[in-house]
């Protein structure tokens, strides 16, 4: 039965989920919305869909004004760091020859030689990422162009789907209740919507927690710009598969080439402090909430992120719980049979 149970929620993952995701998140988040909207419809006699939409409305032009002062602040901040790069690179070269001419003082190796070994090589790294890397990224724009004409249409459909929702959530949540045969639905749906909650949840905890302890270090430091890199260190790393690691080790190659070692190893440290707080917390804060043990959720990201690709992050914990309260509900349903 599990196994029957496992194969049913793995095909429905796999080949269902693209398709009814977003009906299934307008569900969820009318359901989220249902009391606001309730309370002002009450009070100011408007209808529901109408309500509900000047608050997405509200919400998503938030969001908007969010993201676009985030990418303007990471374009300046871009823009100011390729000014700097010439003179990284006049402090990278000084720090490479300080090198070599201790490895040749300390070893009697040739300094010379391997600054021109290091130099050649880097020249060749540079040489292939313009030759290979860039067109290769070039190249697949019309592929990052489709994910985002997906991911704005995934949006649209999913906003108008809670509109049309919100107008009889009510009736249908009633209609839902009153349903005997639909009782493991409710039971098997009430555990998972939990288990979105607690996801939610423990990803706003860890985003402030590790965006607190960056800020508090990288501004102790005495890194210009630290409070800002802290926080986007703690977006960076709800990303899948980005992480910490793509602000912090980069801010500690930038100290090293400016001879600042004692903050590139304390950046170094930040990162690993931040990846053991993720790993400890995220399955601490969702498998004990939902009953799952955390090496359970664990095992279940990993499996996920190998059967589903990058959403397995989500959709792998997700089955998880699918089908251990699914397979708890039948169970139950058997033993109370043979009695």
């Not at 608050?55 to 002062?69: E, G, H, N, R």
């Not at 010439?86 to 300390?106: K, T, V």
């Not at 997906?150 to 009736?171: E, G, H, P, Q, T």
């Not at 960056?214 to 630290?226: D, E, I």
């Amino acid at each position: 039965m599990a196994a029957v149970v496992s194969v049913l929620v793995y095909l429905a993952m796999k080949y269902l989920s693209p398709i009814a995701s977003p009906f299934i998140l307008a569900f969820l988040l009318a359901g989220l919305l249902n009391p606001l909207v309730r309370t002002l419809h009450k009070k100011i006699k408007i209808r529901k869909p109408v309500l509900a939409g000047f608050i997405l409305f509200l919400v998503s032009a938030l969001i908007i004004v969010l993201v676009w002062a985030l990418m303007v602040t990471l374009f300046t901040n871009g823009g100011r760091l390729a000014g700097e790069l010439p003179d990284y690179q006049e402090e990278f070269g000084l720090l490479l020859g300080d090198c070599c001419n201790m490895m040749e003082r300390q070893f009697g190796v040739d300094g010379v030689q391997i600054e021109k070994f290091v130099l050649e090589q880097v020249n060749i790294f540079i040489e292939n990422l313009e030759v290979k890397v860039l067109p290769a990224i070039m190249g697949k724009s019309m592929d990052y162009a489709k994910n985002i004409i997906n991911f704005v249409s995934f949006f649209v459909v999913m906003l108008i789907a809670v509109l049309l929702i919100m107008k009889d959530y009510d009736r249908v949540i009633a209609k839902l209740r009153e349903e005997e045969e639909l009782q493991g639905v409710r039971e098997v749906g009430k555990k998972v919507i939990l288990y979105v909650r607690t996801f939610i949840r423990a990803q706003i905890i860890i985003l402030c927690i590790i965006s607190t302890v960056c800020a508090v270090a990288l501004a102790l430091m005495g890194m210009q710009g630290g409070i800002f890199y802290g926080i986007l260190t703690g977006v960076m790393d709800m990303l899948p598969f980005i992480g910490t690691g793509i602000m912090l080790v980069p801010l500690a190659l930038f100290r090293l080439i400016n001879g600042s070692y004692l903050q590139a190893v304390l950046c170094l440290c930040l990162y690993a402090v931040c990846a053991l707080i993720r790993e400890f917390l995220e399955p601490k804060l969702i498998g004990e909430r939902v009953g799952v043990w955390p090496v359970g959720i664990l095992f279940a990201v990993f499996a996920g992120i190998h059967l589903f690709g990058v959403w397995g992050i989500i959709k792998g914990p997700l089955s998880l719980v699918i089908i251990c309260e699914t397979s708890k509900y039948w169970w139950g349903k058997l033993e109370e049979a043979e009695k």
